[in-house]
């Protein structure tokens, strides 16, 4: 009797207990398959521009090489890569002892003609005076000899003496005229010392940045021979364009270009398309001007965007796609589940992106992604 009052109340107690623990499981998956509340977004084809990218490198618009006209030891190197100069400034000094020893004889030459001027100059004025002394006395003694009053032996020594103050008058002039010639001879020969004198520094032809430099103090400087780069006119991008593609671009056409190490992509324009075909590549060179900005260099690689036309992509917001690694994927409403599909995802812009594979127009993406969604849970889209 009392063993069957003890096992009523402990059999109740278990039914009790068990009561509870279904209530519980109940009441979880009651909350289990409770939908959740989403979002989505049509998958809808859109018109997109058409762009083509082509690589290439920086180069700058103009690259001058400087080299010296005169061969000379090096003294002297004012600049090194990376200065900017100015057009004029002065860049290497070369040793010119020579050329002014040449120069200080042209100027000794020169000094040498301008002394013997004063002297030609009294030659011929002393024979014009003479000239004109013979020339009275010879209108005298032709009157008289036209008088008879003096012999014809008398004349004719006048008449020579006449001439013969004619002609010294000719040679003094002729000499002084020769002086003019030798003056200006010297000058001409001084003024080549001066330019080869100046050849001993050389200048910096246009303004720009030095790139290069080939030569240090010692060094023997030969005409031709290279001494240092400087770069100016700004920077473009060569890029290579494919053969198909050339007919699309033409010269002014708008572009945007990125370089490495540049964090921005910013506006350009087609400045030059090279009229031939590299065989080896079958692409053209397309030469694009740059903006002046800061950091760039000759060398540098970047690319080009050039705008085609357009064309119709499927898009959808590009925070919707999850990454994973190397995979791509989307959460699709599907009759009140969330399904997960993979996708091949392909240009983007600001906020959307291009959809290659894995969605069909019309496919409704969750968006945005709602925390704790999951392949196969029960959704509820908003209205």
């Keep these: 009797m009392n063993a069957r009052v003890l096992v009523a109340p402990s059999l109740a107690l278990l039914l009790a207990g068990c009561g509870g623990i279904a209530r519980e499981r109940d009441a979880s998956a009651a909350s289990v398959s409770a939908p959740v509340q989403v979002s989505v977004v049509q998958a809808t084809a859109q018109q997109w521009p058409s762009v083509y990218e082509a690589t290439g490198t920086v180069r700058a618009r103009f690259s001058t090489v400087i080299s010296s006209k005169w061969m000379g030891y090096v003294r002297e190197v004012k600049v090194q890569p990376g200065d900017r100069v100015r057009e004029g400034q002065s860049l290497v000094i070369l040793?010119?002892?020579?050329?002014?020893?040449?120069?200080?004889?042209?100027?000794?030459?020169?000094?040498?003609?301008?002394?013997a001027i004063p002297e030609a100059d009294s030659a011929v004025a002393a024979a014009k005076a003479h000239l004109d002394l013979v020339e009275v006395t010879y209108k005298r003694m032709k009157q008289l000899y036209e008088k008879t009053s003096i012999s014809d032996q008398e004349f004719d020594e006048a008449?020579?003496?006449?001439?013969a103050a004619q002609a010294e008058l000719a040679m003094a002039q002729a000499r002084r005229a020769q002086l003019d010639q030798k003056l200006a001879q010297a000058e001409q020969e001084v003024r080549a010392a001066e330019v080869s004198r100046s050849y001993a520094e050389v200048n910096a032809p246009v303004g720009g940045i030095v790139t290069a430099k080939s030569v240090d103090p010692g060094n023997l400087a030969a005409p031709g021979t290279a001494l240092m780069t400087i770069e100016s006119g700004g920077y473009r991008l060569e890029a290579s364009v494919e053969e198909s593609k050339i007919s699309s671009i033409r010269?002014?056409?708008?572009?945007?270009?990125?370089?490495?190490?540049?964090?921005?992509?910013?506006?350009?324009?087609?400045?030059?398309?090279?009229?031939?075909?590299?065989p080896a590549s079958r692409a053209y060179t397309v030469k694009i001007d740059l903006p002046a900005i800061p950091r760039l260099q000759s060398g540098t690689f970047g690319r080009a965007r050039f705008q085609l036309g357009s064309r119709q992509v499927l898009a959808i917001?590009?925070?919707?796609?999850?990454?994973?690694?190397?995979?791509?994927?989307?959460?699709?409403?599907?009759?009140?589940?969330?399904?997960?599909?993979?996708?091949?995802?392909?240009?983007?812009?600001?906020?959307?992106?291009?959809?290659?594979?894995?969605?069909?127009?019309?496919?409704?993406?969750?968006?945005?992604?709602?925390?704790?969604?999951?392949?196969?849970?029960?959704?509820?889209?908003?209205?």
């Design 317 to 383: 917001p590009a925070a919707a796609v999850t990454e994973r690694g190397q995979l791509q994927s989307v959460f699709v409403a599907d009759n009140g589940v969330a399904r997960t599909r993979l996708v091949t995802v392909g240009e983007k812009t600001k906020d959307q992106v291009e959809v290659l594979s894995g969605l069909s127009a019309g496919d409704s993406v969750i968006f945005p992604i709602t925390a704790g969604i999951g392949d196969g849970s029960r959704v509820e889209v908003r209205p």
């Design 159 to 163: 008449s020579a003496k006449l001439k």
């Design 95 to 115: 040793d010119a002892r020579d050329l002014d020893a040449a120069a200080g004889s042209a100027r000794a030459g020169r000094e040498e003609v301008r002394n």
């Design 251 to 278: 010269t002014g056409q708008a572009v945007s270009a990125a370089i490495d190490g540049i964090e921005r992509v910013f506006g350009a324009r087609v400045s030059e398309i090279v009229p031939a075909v590299d």
